[in-house]
C-alpha cells in the first residue's frame, strides 16, 4: 500500500498545505494566510492546526497506518538534521528556533496527533518535489533554479537532496559572475541574484526603454508608465515581437546561461529545472541560456546538457516536503 | 596488516611512480620522462614497465597478499568507470584510449603481473592524496584547488572523491567570474584560469610595473627586463616589501577568494587545499582570498570557513592514485 505525508509550504504570506499520496502525488490541498504577527509559537500553533485539520480529513479516507508523516518547508538556514529554522527573511521574530520540537509537542498536546516531522529549506523542497513529481523526474542528477523575487536553488545528486556539510547547499542566487561589476545585493558585487532578481529585470527593460518610440508595445503594456513594468508585460510583449522586452530576455537568459556553466564546470551537472514566476517566459529566457551555457563550457562537456521548465509551479514546495517523508534516507534526518 | 599499493602519476614531461603503505604512505618513489613520443601503447608499455620494476622491489619486503593494486592519474579526461583516457592534454597521439584494459594486459603478458588497476583523473587523484596524506586529513568535506600553469581541482565531500554524474566535476578553471571582462581562456571569457593562470599573473604585474622605479627589487631580481618576470620572483620581491609584487598577489588572492565563493554558495563547502606552484606565495594569497571569501557570502556562512596549503606538493598524485586502491568505494571503479 502506498504512503501518504502532509506537505507543508511556510511562507511569509501564506502557508501552502497538502496531503499527498506516494504515487498519485497531491490528493488534496489548501492555503491559508500565515499569521505572521503571532511569531513562532503563534505561527506553530497554525501549523499544527492545519496539519491536524488535513491529518483528521485524510484518515476519513486513507489508512492510519501508511502516514509518513509531515513535511515542512520553510525559507531560511534550516538545520534539517536537528529540526531547526534560524532567523526566517519575511517572518519577523524569528531567532533560532526548534521548529520540528515545537510542532511534534503541539501536535501532540493539542491535537494527540504523534508524528514523524520534519523541516527542509523551502528551495530544497522545491527541488525535490520536481525531482519526485515534476520536471526533474527523468534526471537522475539536476538542479533546479528558482527564478523570482529572489534567484534560488537545490541541488539533486543520485535522485536525493544535496544539501552540504552544513544544510546551505544550492544558494545559487549568491553565485558571483561580474566581480567587478555595479550590481549589488545583499552587499554583495556581481551576483546571480543582483543581476537577474525580479526587480533588475524590470530595472533592466526600463534602462533599455529610454528612446522614445522603440517598444510601442511594451509602452502600452504598461500604460506608457515604465515604472510600473511587469515581468508578465515583458513576456506579452516579446512574444508580440517587441525589441526591447526580447532583448531584456536575452540578456537574462544569457546571465543565467553563464550562472548555469559554472555549475557545470564545478559540479558536473548537466540538467536544469527552471521555475519561479520569471520561469514563465519560458524559451525566451532557456533559448539563450542553453546558447550562453555552450559558449560557456569546453565541447568535451556539452554533452546531455537540457533545460527545462518546473512542472509544479507553486506547489513544488509542499509536494516535495511530503515526498521527503517517503524518501530512504528519511532515517537521516532524525537524531542519531 | 597494512595494504600497500602502487601510485602512477602520468604527466606529459614525467612518470612518477611510488610505492604506497596505507598507513606510512610513500615508501619509495621514482621519477623517468614520459616517453611522449612513442604513443599510448608505447606509453602503456612503459607504465607496465615502471609498475613491475616497483612490484618487484616492493615484494621483496611487503606482503604479495596485501597488495592492493595499482592507481594511475592521468591529465584529461578520464572516465574511471570504464578506466578511459581521451584526449589528454601533452600527450600527443591519444583519443580515446582503453587505458586500464590495456596496462592490465601488458601487465600479465609482458610481466605476469594480475593487478587491480584503476585510472584517475589527475587532478582528482592529487585532491584524494592531500585528503588521506596531506593538508585535507582533518576535513570530511574541502575542496582542492591547483595554482600552475593551469587552475584546477578536486573535490572530496564525506571523504570519498565527488566525480559527478560524468566523472568532470572540479573543473574550477572554467568557473566564470568576470563574464564580460577581457581575460579569455580556452575561447571562455572570465574564467579563473583566464584571470589566474601562471602567465595571466606575471602578465598582471608586468603592467603594473609600468612606471619606472616603483619597484626596484622586483625589476633587480628579473635583470631589469620585465619579460623574465616569474612567480618565484614576484614571491621573492613580495616578502621583501616590493609593493608591485604585493598588489599582484593580493589581486590573485581576491580574484582567487571570488571564485571559492562560488563554491560556498552553490555546494557549502567551507575548507580550500590550495595546492600547485603558485600556491608557494602561501599566505601572500591566502590572506586576501579569506578577506574576501568573508566579503562575498552572506555572514551565516562564515562558520568554519578554512584556506589551508596543500602538503605533498607533486607527490599528491601519486600519493592519491594509490591511496584510491584502499579506498571502501573500490569495487565502484570496477565494470558491474
Known amino acids: 500500500m502506498p504512503s501518504w505525508a502532509i506537505g507543508i509550504d511556510l511562507g511569509g504570506t501564506n502557508i501552502k498545505t497538502a496531503v499527498v499520496?506516494?504515487?498519485?502525488?497531491?490528493?488534496?490541498?489548501?492555503?491559508?494566510?500565515?499569521?505572521?504577527?503571532?511569531?513562532?509559537d503563534g505561527i506553530v500553533r497554525q501549523l499544527a492546526q492545519v496539519a491536524a485539520e488535513h491529518y483528521?480529513?485524510?484518515?476519513?479516507?486513507?489508512?492510519?497506518?501508511?502516514?509518513?508523516?509531515i513535511g515542512v518547508g520553510a525559507p531560511g538556514a534550516v538545520d534539517s538534521l536537528r529540526g531547526t529554522l534560524s532567523y526566517p527573511p519575511n517572518l519577523p521574530g524569528w531567532g533560532r528556533y526548534a521548529l520540528r520540537e515545537q510542532l511534534q509537542n503541539r501536535l501532540e498536546e493539542d491535537h494527540g496527533i504523534t508524528a514523524f516531522v520534519l523541516i527542509e529549506n523551502d528551495a530544497n523542497a522545491a527541488a525535490y518535489g520536481e525531482a519526485v513529481y515534476g520536471g526533474g523526474n527523468a534526471f537522475r542528477d539536476f538542479m533546479m533554479v528558482t527564478l523570482g523575487t529572489g534567484v534560488g536553488g537545490g541541488i539533486i545528486l543520485d535522485r536525493k537532496l544535496y544539501r552540504g556539510p552544513n544544510g546551505t547547499a544550492g544558494e545559487i542566487g549568491f553565485m558571483i559572475i561580474?566581480?567587478?561589476?555595479?550590481?549589488?545585493?545583499?552587499?554583495?558585487?556581481?551576483?546571480?541574484?543582483?543581476?537577474?532578481?525580479?526587480?533588475?529585470?524590470?530595472?533592466?527593460?526600463?534602462?533599455?526603454?529610454?528612446?522614445?518610440?522603440?517598444s510601442p508595445r511594451l509602452m502600452e503594456l504598461c500604460l506608457h508608465n515604465p515604472e510600473r513594468i511587469s515581468p508578465r508585460h515583458l513576456e506579452q510583449a516579446a512574444r508580440e515581437g517587441d525589441v526591447t522586452a526580447i532583448h531584456t530576455w536575452q540578456r537574462v537568459g544569457k546571465i543565467l546561461g553563464v550562472g548555469l556553466a559554472n555549475i557545470v564546470a564545478l559540479m558536473d551537472i548537466r540538467k536544469f529545472v527552471i521555475g519561479g514566476g520569471i520561469a514563465?517566459?519560458?524559451?525566451?529566457?532557456?533559448?539563450?541560456?542553453?546558447?550562453?551555457?555552450?559558449?560557456?563550457?569546453?565541447?568535451?562537456?556539452?554533452?546531455?546538457?537540457?533545460i527545462v521548465p518546473a512542472r509544479l509551479g507553486n506547489k513544488a514546495g509542499v509536494c516535495g516536503a511530503a515526498?521527503?517523508?517517503?524518501?530512504?534516507?528519511?532515517?537521516?534526518l532524525q537524531d542519531d
Open 21 to 40: 499520496d506516494e504515487v498519485e502525488g497531491i490528493l488534496f490541498e489548501e492555503s491559508q494566510p500565515t499569521d505572521t504577527d503571532s511569531g513562532p
Open 178 to 214: 561580474d566581480f567587478e561589476g555595479d550590481s549589488v545585493h545583499a552587499g554583495v558585487r556581481g551576483t546571480l541574484e543582483s543581476l537577474i532578481g525580479k526587480e533588475r529585470i524590470v530595472e533592466l527593460a526600463c534602462s533599455m526603454i529610454r528612446e522614445p518610440g522603440t
Open 323 to 332: 515526498a521527503l517523508c517517503f524518501a530512504s534516507g528519511q532515517s537521516l
Open 56 to 69: 483528521q480529513r485524510a484518515s476519513e479516507t486513507l489508512d492510519a497506518g501508511a502516514f509518513a508523516g
Open 280 to 306: 514563465a517566459a519560458g524559451e525566451l529566457i532557456f533559448e539563450p541560456a542553453l546558447m550562453q551555457l555552450h559558449r560557456s563550457i569546453l565541447p568535451s562537456m556539452h554533452e546531455g546538457l537540457e
